[in-house]
């Protein structure tokens, strides 16, 4: 790609860097890194692939990466079947950086052999062939699953083969899990201001379990102001049956040096609080515990509820959160009298360990700065820019479509007709009744004029050429000018100027005779005066019943006099009858004024009425071709008169012209 | 959606269709049926809160016709997931249907007090009944754990069954179907105390049962009594299930709804299927009607509750609310699986549980004109009750969100709150705020804003107070040193 021309918006001081200067590429390890400590789920080299198109959480994990000052992203690339792209383009800092994007597991795993993460935002249908899929690839550890809503059955399944291999799944039903300073799944942790403020980018010495992930960066927050900040985050996911439970994580907690305190967020239902007492009791957990479970409440409602989470549901006395804190706190653990309290039991834990010096409080790191996204900044209202293009006509951001205003419901609850939707687009306002019912009725007379018309021969035989819809149309379509259907625009220009000027009918027509012109509007090659075209006579006793006024119809009107006196076919016609009609309209119906009258004649509206009428005729012509299964049309020799010219002679016929004297 | 108890009469039905059709994990020691089984008879019976009771019986007459065989005798009971029946007294054994008709009759419609809990009695299971001897009164239970699911046996099943876990007979079937146990494991372990003669009975009934289970993902099934009649000379028997307990997994709905659908239409349970009028038939999705899930004994749910459940199973966000005590004191408008249950636990540890009027949430970033929806009806519900001299108190709560963009959904409670504000300060109701997450700062300034302008009685705060510690100041009259948020 040449690095000059400017794309459009660019600003001239740039006029030298493309877009690709600022795009980094991270190349894949020269050598394959040392197997990480068993428990060690996460470090700062863990790459994942992300199942699932998600910008948003991918952003979210490489602005975490940028500012926990890793060398490359933890995203080595997105899954996504449904494919299409090739690459996806995410910020790196102030940078970009292109992440590939593959159609199939297979090719991502051969791809990028240091990935041993997955997170997989499937659906809660997709998500077990999926997770299944991806735990066949042997160098896969850890997959977390987003997806809530997953079968219970399904997720045994899922759980019971990565047990067989070893792989860690946290999840389903969850938001995933932090390690700071080394890798953030997905969504975890939220937006960047609140990474900064629960100081996430740096580890600290709490790790803890929680159920919740709302909850989890709740933890965060507590453990940020009450102890040195998160060692390790993980959120298991509200279902009946997550992937991996406290237990996995708490052992390998313990088993970390690196990690101080235990945090554990337990929840009513299941028994899982259990397994944690039990590892204590048999001391195969000996760092201090800081717990609760939440749900107190369901003991003292009259009614079994379930709460927000699919597995906090107590099936017995066991699974109760009161007997689990108390079972928590027999069992030694720090157990507040309830969770307002836990900040503070966490804090004096805390102190006591930095009091025996089993932790070390380290030096605050200074954290780079992360450039706020255009998008989240212009939410924010922080920014402004000027658009590149503007609308007034419709709007389909809100809940409900805008018409000029008008919601769509209030469109069909008062009934306005297609004639009240031209209003609403064409004229952004709604105009009288018995206006809008005039230009349905200019679209049903304008609808079609038999197959023989150019529009629709074009029409006819572009559909018979085994062309598309659209291209039929099209086709009809181009053929709308000065010479056919224009009619109407030129009528109403004429019929207008004359009658502003205050030209008698007679000196009107004499004039244009002056000038060699007809009158477009007038005349027909069959009606005349004394056979008329009914299609005029429904205008005009229309526009005289119901138009306030009629005033340029009534001028044409005698204009039809003073010609129809030369010669009987020379008749106000029904393209000149819409057009001085239309003029009246938009001068008499007191929704515009004079010169916004005039600046819709100028654009051309006449002529889009009988494009959109004439439409409706094309495609009709269009079916009917199609109906009839019509072949391939082609023009009879016999009716082209060929005459070649002679190249032979010099200078041809008449020096090189074709000279057709009739 | 999780785990779900459904109607007696819909499990019955579920059995009945597939037992014969399910595909059996391993083979059964029985040579596989050559014919399915009749539509079970079921007469379900429902008496809406506004309905004529004896005209409902009426159509009963004509949707079951059975109903009126001569010399049928039948068992009514209500059916709605209320726990040993036989107890309570909601029993009707071995009646005529005049009986059975007169005894519905006498309850449908009435407030039942069963245990602690009071519920109207408004759907009624009858049967036919089956004589046994109650020494052929079994016991079978399958349930899912992590590891896999349990079946508990026993033969000595019935209304006096007593505690299963101590006496039944247990085998643990592992999630992975390729570890199912022989015919022989099965019989040897669950079958020990039963007659050799109908072990083959009993065995081919237990695989089928649970071929059922994982087909139709049940996550609990309970059948007491099991009636198992042996023949003369007792080497085979009849299997019958009288009655049944049991739990569908909501979620495994895209799996599962058209096996559910179909053992339940109107063919598979034998009803007269009603002409397909043009315009008022509605299709369904699959070739029955779709799985309902009643709400538990005692609790009807309200068309308020039913509103938000509706529009929950609509989108892809989460939004709750069970009415626990509609003249309660304080009110809860709270984001988040796990916040709300917090709040409910602090408003609880207060000492105010009896005064809880409701749980709900709403999470994973449900839209302006969603949470607008939620808020309206939770602030419509706790101003329809009766003014209380002490006033009323509304949290408007939640975590820091992880994606939930709090200003938006904060739009929402505001329009809402807007909607009702003469009325909130009529009932003098304290509001108080807790949120943070994406963009809360524009979210606590607004709402800020809007108690200001219209005078509402409001504290707000942000990430500094502890997710729930507006609760003890609101509730109890504690104070705090932690600044309410301010721009």
């Known amino acids: ?662 | 959606m999780s785990a779900k108890s459904i109607l007696e009469a819909d499990g019955k039905a579920i059995l009945n269709y597939h037992l014969t059709r399910s595909q059996l994990i391993k083979p059964s020691p029985l040579p596989p049926p050559t014919t399915h089984n009749p539509p079970p008879r079921l007469a379900s019976i429902y008496f809406p809160a506004d309905a004529s009771v004896s005209a409902v019986l009426d159509q009963a007459e004509i949707m079951h016709p059975w109903l009126l065989q001569r010399d049928v005798r039948l068992v009514a009971k209500p059916d709605q997931l209320i726990k040993r029946r036989g107890k309570s007294g909601l029993l009707a054994l071995n009646k005529t249907w005049e009986e059975a008709r007169e005894w519905i009759a006498q309850r449908a419609g009435n407030l039942q007090k069963v245990e602690h809990v009071e519920g109207y009695l408004r759907r009624f299971l009858v049967e036919p009944f089956c004589p046994h001897e109650s020494n052929e009164e079994y016991y079978i239970n399958i349930n899912s754990v992590r590891e896999g699911d349990w079946i508990l046996f026993t033969h000595e099943g019935g209304v006096d069954v007593g505690d299963v876990d101590e006496k039944a007979e247990k085998i643990l079937i592992p999630v992975d179907l390729s570890e199912y146990p022989s015919n022989a494991e099965i019989a040897a372990t669950l079958l020990k105390k039963v007659p050799k003669g109908v072990h083959n009975v009993l065995v081919d009934f237990i695989s089928r049962l649970y071929a059922v289970y994982v087909e139709c993902q049940f996550t609990y099934l309970e059948i007491n009594p099991l009636v198992v009649i042996p023949n003369a000379d007792k080497t085979s028997a009849s299997v019958h299930f009288l009655d049944l307990a049991a739990k569908l997994d909501q979620t495994a709905e895209f799996e599962c709804g058209v096996k559910w659908a179909i053992a339940r239409s109107p063919a598979a349970l034998g009803l007269p299927v009603a002409p397909a009028t043009s315009k008022a038939t509605k299709v369904t999705i699959d070739a029955g009607p779709p799985m309902e899930f009643p709400a538990p004994f005692g609790r009807e749910m309200s068309k308020e509750e039913a509103y938000i459940a509706e529009m929950d199973a609509k989108t892809g966000a989460s939004l709750k609310l069970t009415i626990l005590n509609s003249q309660g004191r304080v009110w809860t408008l709270v984001a988040g699986g796990g916040a709300s249950v917090v709040y409910a636990d602090a408003i609880a540890s207060a000492g105010f549980a009896g005064e809880l009027a409701n749980y709900g949430e709403y999470s994973g970033a449900p839209t302006e004109t969603q949470t607008f929806h939620y808020a309206k009806t939770v602030l419509d519900l706790m101003l329809r009750a009766p003014q209380h001299s002490e006033g009323k108190v509304l949290f408007i709560g939640g975590g820091i969100a992880n994606f939930t963009n709090v200003a938006s959904t904060f739009k929402g409670v505001i329009r809402a709150l807007r909607e009702v504000a003469p009325q909130l300060n009529e009932h003098k109701v304290q509001i108080w705020v807790r949120r943070a997450g994406p963009n809360y700062q524009e979210g606590l300034r607004n709402i800020k804003a809007v108690g200001q302008e219209l005078g509402l009685n409001m504290h707000v705060f942000g990430p500094d107070m502890h997710v729930s510690g507006i609760v003890p100041l609101a509730l109890q009259g504690k104070t705090t040193t932690i600044p309410e948020f301010s721009t």
Request: proline letters at 5%; one cysteine or more.
């Open chain 1, 1 to 662: 790609m040449p690095s000059t021309a400017p794309t459009n918006g660019a600003s001239p001081a740039q006029q030298n860097l493309s877009a690709n200067d600022n795009i980094l590429r991270f190349s894949a390890p020269s050598r394959p890194l040392s197997p990480p400590a068993e428990h060690t789920l996460f470090h700062p080299k863990t790459r994942c692939f992300v199942y699932g198109m998600q910008p948003r959480a991918v952003q979210g994990m490489l602005d975490f990466d940028f500012i926990c000052k890793r060398k490359t992203p933890s995203v080595a690339g997105i899954i996504y079947t449904f494919g299409g792209q090739f690459v996806s383009k995410m910020y790196w800092g102030t940078s970009e950086t292109l992440l590939p994007v593959y159609q199939s597991v297979e090719k991502a795993m051969a791809k990028h052999s240091d990935v041993d993460t997955v997170v997989n935002f499937a659906s809660s249908r997709s998500v077990y062939s999926s997770t299944m899929e991806l735990m066949e690839c042997p160098q896969i550890r850890s997959i977390a699953i987003i997806a809530e809503g997953v079968p219970e059955r399904r997720a045994r399944e899922i759980l019971h083969v990565a047990k067989k291999k070893g792989i860690t799944i946290i999840g389903p039903a969850t938001v995933g899990g932090i390690k700071p300073g080394a890798f953030k799944i997905g969504n975890t942790g939220g937006m960047m201001d609140n990474i900064v403020a629960s100081k996430l980018y740096r580890p600290g010495s709490v790790a803890y379990v929680s159920k919740s992930g709302g909850m989890s960066n709740e933890l965060n927050n507590i453990i940020s102001q009450n102890a040195d900040g998160v060692y390790e985050g993980v959120a298991i996911g509200g279902d009946r049956y997550p992937g991996t439970s406290f237990i996995e994580h708490m052992l390998r907690y313990q088993a970390d040096p690196a990690c101080k305190i235990l945090l554990l967020l337990g929840e009513v239902g299941g028994v899982e609080e259990y397994r944690v007492i039990e590892a204590v009791k048999a001391g195969q957990i000996t760092k201090p515990i800081v717990a609760w479970a939440i749900g107190t409440v369901a003991g003292m409602l009259k009614t079994e509820v379930q709460f927000g989470h699919a597995g906090s549901f107590a099936n017995s006395q066991l699974e109760t959160a009161t007997v689990k804190n108390q079972s928590m706190r027999d069992a030694g653990f720090f157990v507040p009298d309830t969770f307002e309290d836990l900040p503070s039991t966490l804090a004096q834990v805390y102190q006591k360990l930095v009091k025996d010096g089993t932790i070390k409080p380290k030096p605050e790191v200074q954290v780079p700065k992360i450039p706020m996204d255009y998008s989240w900044a212009s939410e924010l209202g922080l920014i402004r820019k000027p658009a590149a293009f503007i609308s007034t006509i419709s709007d389909d951001r809100g809940q409900e479509l805008l018409y000029a205003g008008m919601p769509i419901s209030d469109v069909f609850k008062e009934n306005i007709g297609i004639g009240g939707v031209m209003s609403l687009l064409w004229f952004r306002r709604r105009l009288p009744d018995y206006a809008s019912k005039f230009l349905e009725m200019v679209l049903m007379l304008t609808a079609d004029h038999g197959p023989a018309v150019s529009g629709a021969m074009n029409t006819i035989i572009t559909t018979r050429a085994g062309k598309d819809l659209v291209s039929a149309l099209v086709s009809g379509l181009l053929t709308i000018g000065s010479r056919f259907g224009g009619a109407l625009d030129g009528a109403a220009e004429e019929f207008t100027k004359a009658y502003d000027k205050g030209l008698s009918p007679r000196d009107f027509v004499d004039s244009m005779r002056k000038e060699n012109k007809l009158i477009p509007g007038i005349g027909h090659r069959i009606k005349s005066r004394n056979n008329p075209d009914l299609r005029v006579e429904l205008v005009k006793s229309y526009v005289l019943k119901n138009f306030p006024s009629s005033g340029l119809l009534q001028y044409a009107l005698a204009v039809e006099t003073v010609t129809t006196s030369k010669k009987d076919n020379l008749i106000l016609n029904v393209d000149g009858c819409i057009a001085v009609c239309f003029v009246d309209l938009l001068r008499s119906c007191g929704a515009f004024s004079a010169e916004e009258a005039e600046d819709y004649l100028k654009m051309g509206v006449l002529n889009g009425l009988f494009v959109l009428g004439r439409s409706i005729g094309l495609i009709a012509h269009y079916l009917d071709q199609k109906r009839l299964k019509t072949g391939l049309y082609r023009h009879p020799w016999d009716d082209v008169m060929y005459m070649m010219p002679d190249i032979k002679q010099p200078g041809g016929v008449g020096g090189g012209r074709v000279e057709v004297s009739v």
